[in-house]
């Protein structure tokens, strides 16, 4: 993947295995993280965007969140196109995510 998603993917991946036991299943074109329920996906948009998916009710409006319609795989998505971008706004809603997840 162009555009640093090696990087992107790597840095998901680290902060949400701090958060603690996690299961990761690769899906077709994403990689689904779970815990007694699905709260995070993560995977490539295009060659040059990653794009986070996390199941969490009710987050504060912010330019950064894309809400989904409802009855969509996830509540909402957040496109990435470097490892910068997971910041810890990012990190801070995954682990809210993670934590509603069970």
């Known amino acids: 993947?162009?555009?640093?998603g090696g990087a992107v993917a790597r840095t998901l991946t680290a902060a949400i295995g701090a958060?603690?036991?996690?299961?990761?299943?690769e899906k077709k074109?994403?990689?689904?993280?779970r815990r007694k329920k699905q709260f995070a996906m993560i995977g490539p948009k295009t060659n040059?965007?990653?794009?986070?998916?996390?199941?969490?009710?009710d987050l504060k409006k912010n330019s950064r969140l894309q809400e989904q319609?409802?009855?969509?795989?996830c509540n909402y998505v957040i496109p990435l196109t470097g490892a910068k971008e997971?910041?810890?706004?990012?990190?801070?809603w995954i682990?809210?995510?993670?934590?509603?997840?069970?």
């Open 29 to 33: 074109g994403y990689v689904s993280v």
């Open 48 to 57: 040059t965007r990653f794009e986070v998916g996390i199941n969490i009710k």
């Open 19 to 25: 958060f603690g036991e996690v299961e990761s299943a």
């Open 86 to 92: 997971v910041d810890a706004e990012l990190v801070a």
């Open 69 to 73: 319609p409802s009855g969509s795989m």
């Open 1 to 4: 993947l162009r555009g640093g």
């Open 95 to 102: 682990k809210s995510a993670f934590e509603e997840a069970g």
